[in-house]
């Protein structure tokens, strides 16, 4: 098993950042098989596996933000940032890809986006890999 982490810096309030190649790049050279597993470390970000095209990227932002409305929430009492929490809790703050000859396992279209929902802001993405 190894571990490492690394830092991304987001722009904007809401929006994603593909790190598909960070993720790539954090697997072992001596892992042939297995599975990485990358975790955000915040209650206000998430990971999601998707295509990274600019328009469907954008598509998932305006979701989300349809989907959850800015205010009227509880939270907002404590810190005002109620709606950045419930985003991120629809996409859940990790995932799980199967390496084989040492190379992620992804289909052709997909990408691994972290999705900022409380920024611009750095966020720090552990990442897991174990052999099998």
Do not use: Y
């Not at 960070?22 to 970000?45: M, N, Q």
């Not at 040492?102 to 802001?121: A, H, I, M, N």
């Amino acid at each position: 098993m190894t571990r490492t982490t690394f830092s991304v810096e987001t722009d904007s309030w809401l929006t994603t950042v593909d790190v598909t190649d960070r993720l790539a790049d954090a697997v072992p050279d001596d892992l042939e098989s297995g599975t990485l597993t990358a975790f955000v470390k915040h209650t206000t970000a998430g990971l999601l596996v998707q295509e990274s095209e600019p328009r469907l990227r954008g598509d998932i932002e305006s979701f989300l933000r349809d989907l959850v409305p800015d205010e009227g929430h509880a939270h907002d009492q404590l810190d005002g940032n109620a709606d950045s929490h419930l985003r991120a809790a629809l996409v859940g703050p990790d995932v799980t890809i199967p390496v084989e000859n040492g190379e992620l396992v992804l289909g052709t279209w997909q990408s691994v986006l972290l999705l900022e929902c409380d920024g611009p802001r750095t966020r720090t993405v552990t990442v897991t890999t174990v052999g099998e």
